[in-house]
């Protein structure tokens, strides 16, 4: 079955630093790579999502790469701000098989 | 109330006690989850409802017992659980049944102490 790793587990930036976290896949069969932040007392909230057709996609301050053919992708996360401290989890799936989470980063921002 | 709501937000029980997680989701979704997460691990999906029917059971010992009376209500009954079941249980809700490609709507959890 699919298998997610993910690095940090911890994470400090600088306010107005740039923040990467990133995530390696098992299943060369996953197409669909989703991120979701987790804040304290809350449950995970999707903040991006990238599907196997696609290279790189933006949102704003978020953006996520995908590299196929090595099997992994990234969170990047420019000008951080004290309000993107929370924890990430990565995750990947195809059609036919749940979600499969990472361990989750916790990122903190220090201003 | 929007989103998905979960009840009770912290539970501590004995062993031997008896008790029910609840979640609602007011989302209009045919599809709701349980997940378990504790700390240093990956969520951990539990149970998958379709439609009201079971079509996920990951391994979860029998002293779980999920109960799905209608699309929009969803629940985790719990009867003589270990220590190591203490974590924060994570109800989740999604639009399309079936598809594990589509976002999940998660609630706050609830945080569980097995005593």
């Known amino acids: 079955g699919e298998n997610v790793e993910q690095h940090p587990s911890t994470l400090s930036v600088q306010e107005g630093d740039s923040a990467v976290i990133k995530c390696t896949y098992s299943d060369s069969a996953s197409n669909y790579f989703p991120w979701y932040k987790q804040e304290l007392g809350k449950g995970p909230q999707l903040i991006i999502d990238?599907?196997?057709?696609?290279g790189e996609k933006k949102d704003q301050r978020i953006a996520v790469t995908l590299n196929k053919t090595a099997k992994h992708f990234s969170l990047h996360i420019t000008e951080t701000q004290p309000e993107d401290s929370a924890v990430y989890f990565c995750a990947a799936s195809h059609g036919n098989t749940p979600l499969v989470f990472g361990k989750g980063t916790r990122l903190s921002v220090i201003a | 109330e929007t989103g998905v709501t979960q009840t009770p937000r912290h539970l501590v029980m004995g062993m031997t006690n008896k008790k029910s997680l609840k979640c609602e989701q007011h989302l209009g979704h045919n599809a709701m989850y349980w997940y378990k997460q504790s700390a240093k691990k990956p969520l951990e999906l539990m149970f998958v409802y379709n439609f009201k029917e079971q079509t996920e059971n990951n391994s979860v010992p029998s002293r779980f017992s999920p109960e799905c009376p209608n699309s929009s209500h969803l629940f985790l009954h719990l009867h003589t659980l270990q220590p190591e079941d203490s974590a924060l249980y994570l109800c989740?809700?999604?639009?399309?049944?079936?598809?594990?490609?589509?976002?999940?709507?998660f609630g706050e959890g609830s945080r569980l102490t097995v005593l």
């Open positions: 989740a809700s999604s639009q399309d049944p079936g598809s594990n490609t589509g976002e999940l709507f």
């Open positions: 990238i599907r196997s057709n696609v």
